[in-house]
T-cell receptor, first 117, second 112 residues
């Protein structure tokens, strides 16, 4: 099956700093990737849809300038949390639809636990 | 707008029994529903997909049903094992890009 690799798995940072999370499709090309956020005991909330070579589409209520998404190649999308604050502490997960975006199911990365002090 | 509702209470079940989880949607009937498993601190893993015109889908010990009249999907784990302990998420596709809207998930705890 398609493999999505996400790094880092865990990051602790000081308030005000920026953190970059990488999401790679290892054995397939992904035109579209999705970024989700999950708070403890809650569901995954879609943050944005990342499209290769174009600007990301953000969900309502998600700050574009705070959560910068770059999808520069068919195998890599990055999420940068800028000027992080404690309320940004959460579990961030990326996903892709699989080879050539033809799969209806999503393949998820292992997630990144962000803790902002 | 569409909401995906799952029972938030954990389901405690004895090994060997069948676990049944419920997923209800509130508005339109989705073209298909998907079920995922999520372990603590990990990303979800796809389990099963059932289309609107399918009544039932099976995969090994897993079974999913789709009832458009009741606006409900049921997820069954038969002959449950402690290794089945996890949170199970129901999701529907909201657009042509394939982005999913998830329910809150139901935690299943299988005790020996």
């Amino acid at each position: 099956g398609a493999v999505v690799s996400q790094h880092p798995s865990r990051v602790i940072c000081k308030s005000g700093t920026s953190v970059k999370i990488e999401c790679r499709s290892l054995d397939f090309q992904a035109t579209t990737m999705f970024w989700y956020r999950q708070f403890p005991k809650q569901s995954l909330m879609l943050m944005a849809t990342s499209n290769e070579g174009s600007k990301a589409t953000y969900e309502q209520g998600v700050e574009k300038d705070k959560f910068l998404i770059n999808h520069a190649s068919l195998t890599l999308s990055t999420l940068t949390v800028t000027s992080a604050h404690p309320e940004d502490s959460s579990f961030y997960i990326c996903s892709a639809r699989g080879p050539r975006d033809r799969s209806e199911k999503l393949f998820f990365g292992s997630g990144t636990q962000l803790s902002v002090l | 707008s569409q909401k995906i509702e799952q029972n938030s209470e954990a389901l405690n079940i004895q090994e060997g029994k069948t676990a049944t989880l419920t997923c209800n949607y509130t508005n339109y009937s989705p073209a298909y529903l998907q079920w995922y498993r999520q372990d603590p601190g990990r990303g979800p893993v796809f389990l099963l997909l059932i289309r609107e015109n399918e009544k039932e889908k099976r995969k090994e010990r897993l079974k999913v049903t789709f009832d458009t009249t009741l606006k409900q999907s049921l997820f069954h784990i038969t002959a449950s094992q402690p290794a089945d302990s996890a949170t199970y998420l129901c999701a529907e596709t909201t657009d042509s890009w394939g982005k999913l809207q998830f329910g809150a998930g139901t935690q299943v705890v299988v005790t020996p």
